[in-house]
């Protein structure tokens, strides 16, 4: 399962960025530039594994909206990852540049 996380760039970015406030399907497209089929199969993944969990909420015209939060294993996730990354930042002289910016680059 982590592996599998790992592996999927798309689903990092993700994950980070709910990390910090719920946001709509449609907020997640747009704020990582990606399609919505991208993002249904990031957000399939990481419900079915509760690295998300998603919360309805009522709107001001009556509908329902879904936002989705960072779940309690998505969080634990992130805060090892960030331990990984800084490590990798520590020793970018012996990993290069190029490996860096490929970690930090799902964190944007």
């Known amino acids: 399962m982590v592996l599998e996380l790992l592996a999927h760039p798309d689903y990092l970015r993700i ?3 709910v990390r ?3 946001l709509r399907f449609s907020d997640l497209q747009k704020r990582l530039r990606l399609n919505p089929a991208q993002v249904d199969r ?3 993944f990481l419900r079915r594994e509760l690295w998300v969990v998603p919360q309805v909420k009522p709107s001001a015209k009556g509908r329902l909206a879904v936002q989705y939060a960072i779940g309690r294993r998505g969080a634990a996730f992130l805060d090892s990852y960030e331990v990984f990354a800084q490590d990798v930042r520590r020793r970018q002289d ?3 540049a190029d490996t860096v910016a490929e970690i930090e680059s799902v964190r944007r």
Request: hydrophobic share 40%.
């Open 20 to 22: 910090h406030r719920p």
């Open 15 to 17: 994950l980070h960025a």
């Open 42 to 44: 990031a957000l399939k």
């Open 94 to 96: 012996e990993l290069g």
